[in-house]
């Protein structure tokens, strides 16, 4: 099973793995793929700038470093994601939300997520 991580996951399965689920932690653990999206990447630098989470400073200085020690492979996103989740019939309105659950479902990932927002997006979630 091929899995997408959430901001709030590789957060915490990097600074706080005690706040993850143990299904989460065994999926991760267990999966032949682990992918961690661009979307990610611009959201905790997005949060980073406006003061909303200034701990993940070291990890959006060396986020492909800080993927790469877990394997975890980068993700980037593409046209076709953006069309998708763009598309999605739902009221929510997080684009970052919106652009990871694109991604999922074109390339058929489950979403590692304790956030039930993802279940209006379409997007297979675990946690």
């Known amino acids: 099973m091929g899995l997408l991580l959430d901001s709030a996951t590789l957060i915490w399965w990097i600074y706080d793995a005690h706040r993850l689920s143990p299904p989460a932690v065994r999926a991760v653990n267990e999966a032949d793929r682990v992918v961690v999206s661009s979307v ?3 959201e905790l630098a997005t949060k980073l700038r406006i ?3 200034p701990q993940v400073r070291p990890l ?3 986020f492909a470093e800080h993927c790469a020690i877990d394997n ?3 993700l980037p996103l593409r046209h076709e994601h953006s069309i998708c ?3 999605i019939p739902s009221e929510h309105r ?3 939300d919106r ?3 694109g991604q999922a479902i074109v390339e058929n990932l489950t979403l590692v ?3 039930t927002a993802f279940d209006a997006l379409g997007a297979r979630r675990l946690w």
């Open 72 to 74: 975890f492979e980068l």
């Open 94 to 96: 997080d684009l970052f």
């Open 40 to 42: 990610t990447a611009m």
């Open 113 to 115: 997520s304790p956030d």
């Open 85 to 87: 989740g763009g598309s």
């Open 51 to 53: 003061g909303k989470l």
């Open 99 to 101: 652009m990871l659950a």
């Open 60 to 62: 959006v200085a060396s």
